[in-house]
């Protein structure tokens, strides 16, 4: 048996232009080269994180074509938290006012972890949670709670 290495992550999205820009809204980088785009729109975008991980966003219509079992849904939300680790408290915080100041919604102000991050999270055009995340600060560390 080999061992799985997680390298990618996709996310079938109502409305790319919106993705992209919600993305590039809290950091990073696609350049316009990385839109894969046909007569119809916008399909495909593949965003390469420092570490080699993949987050790709794909359209409900190139869905339909690589997944035989795709059933497009309007419902937002998930069950997934899509977390990014970012440099400070204070870019938590940015981040955070920055994406909900353009709309976007929140589902957890920021706010210090019992482990010591600085944590937050928004929700993109589709309704996936979003996780800000800085480094622990040994300073704000306290018990984990009691559940």
């Known amino acids: 048996m080999s ?45 390469r994180m420092p570490d080699g991980f993949e987050l790709a966003l794909d359209s ?5 074509v690589y997944n035989a079992g795709w059933r497009g849904t309007d419902e937002p939300g998930s069950r997934t938290v ?5 440099a400070d408290a204070d ?17 957890q102000p920021p706010y210090y972890t019992f482990w010591g991050s600085r944590y937050a999270i928004i929700v993109d055009p589709d309704g996936n949670h979003i996780g800000l995340m800085s480094p622990p600060d040994k300073a704000q560390r306290r018990g984990p709670p009691n559940i």
């Open 91 to 107: 870019a938590v915080d940015e981040t955070y006012r920055r994406t909900t100041a353009a709309g976007h919604g929140a589902a």
């Open 60 to 64: 409900y219509a190139l869905a339909e």
């Open 82 to 86: 899509i977390g990014f680790r970012l």
């Open 3 to 47: 061992n799985a290495i997680l390298d990618q992550l996709n996310l079938v999205v109502r409305d790319m232009r919106q993705s992209i820009a919600f993305y590039r809204l809290i950091g990073l980088d696609i350049p316009e080269s990385a839109v894969w785009s046909t007569g119809s729109g916008a399909h495909h975008v593949v965003m």
